[in-house]
């Protein structure tokens, strides 16, 4: 397997109904990939299978496989708790616990065992700068989280995912539900952290993949129907 995190024949099924149909796709490192296409195309099942997100649907089952660095991820020993650090994901909706900002971030790092309150402080921090939130809510750590706005509340929810040293983000419509100013800053946020890992993101806004993708996966009715890189793709007719 020449590429670390890549499907190979992956199916999802919901009951008999088969939402995604064997699709194989690669995920170059540093680089960001949009899974494109109309709405029930099977994107956000394809996007939550690759954490086991999926699993937490009753109807839900997969064949096939997901490689990361060697690792079949759909066998059933996979520990889905790690797993789910290494591979983040922010939903559509931002969705802060309802604890303060800077438990919102330490609540992972103290589930892992980090117990000094240096440490905590420090991973906060650096979580916060990488979000570039850090500015915005230094002086008021321990509000409320919901007292946020909707965009400082998804970098807030970007920002407790990168607290766990993720690889991989998945990203499902991160700026949808966000006003256009908060959609550049999670764009601008998307263009700096591929430097520090790969990221995949659901989108219905062509435009959005256009400017933040490297690659673009066009899905139809479950199946991948093109994969390339974002330039070649929206530049040919
Ligand atoms: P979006 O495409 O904007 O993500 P959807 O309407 O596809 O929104 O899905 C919203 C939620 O409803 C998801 O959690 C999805 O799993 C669930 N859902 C979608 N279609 C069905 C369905 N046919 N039966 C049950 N749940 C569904
Ligand atoms: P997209 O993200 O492209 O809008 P989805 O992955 O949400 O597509 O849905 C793909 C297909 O699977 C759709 O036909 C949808 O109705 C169905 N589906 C999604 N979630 C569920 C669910 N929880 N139960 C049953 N069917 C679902």
């Known amino acids: 397997h020449p590429h670390p995190f890549s499907t190979e024949d992956l199916s999802i099924y919901y009951g008999s109904f088969e939402a995604v149909k064997k699709v ?3 995920f170059p490192e540093q680089t ?3 899974l494109i296409g ?6 956000s099942t394809f996007l939550r299978s690759l954490n086991r997100m999926n699993d937490e649907i009753a109807s839900s089952s997969t064949t096939g496989h997901i490689w990361m660095d060697g690792q079949d991820l759909t066998a059933p020993e996979t520990d889905v708790i790690k797993l789910r650090q290494q591979i983040g994901m922010v939903w559509q909706r931002p969705n802060p616990f309802y604890k303060s900002i800077y438990n919102n971030i ?3 790092p103290k589930y892992r065992g980090v117990r000094k309150k240096k ?4 991973i906060v921090e650096s979580s916060l700068r990488k979000a570039a939130l850090w500015d915005e809510v ?5 509000d409320s989280a919901l007292a946020l706005s909707g965009g400082q509340q998804q970098r807030l ?7 766990v040293e993720p690889k991989i983000l998945l990203l499902d419509e991160p700026a949808s539900a966000l006003d256009p100013v908060s959609t550049g800053k999670v764009e601008e946020l998307i263009t ?3 430097k520090e890992l790969r990221i995949v993101i659901v989108t219905h806004n062509m435009q959005q993949a256009a400017r933040i993708s490297d690659y673009t996966a066009y899905f139809y009715v479950g199946s991948l129907v093109e994969h390339g890189k974002t330039n070649d793709i929206f530049t040919n007719p």
């Open 138 to 142: 230094k002086d008021r750590l321990h």
């Open 157 to 163: 929810c970007i920002a407790r995912a990168l607290s």
């Open 32 to 34: 960001v990939t949009a």
């Open 24 to 26: 194989n796709l690669a």
């Open 119 to 122: 440490q905590l402080d420090e």
């Open 192 to 194: 700096e952290l591929k």
């Open 106 to 108: 330490a609540f992972g």
């Open 38 to 43: 109309p709405s029930g195309c099977g994107k």
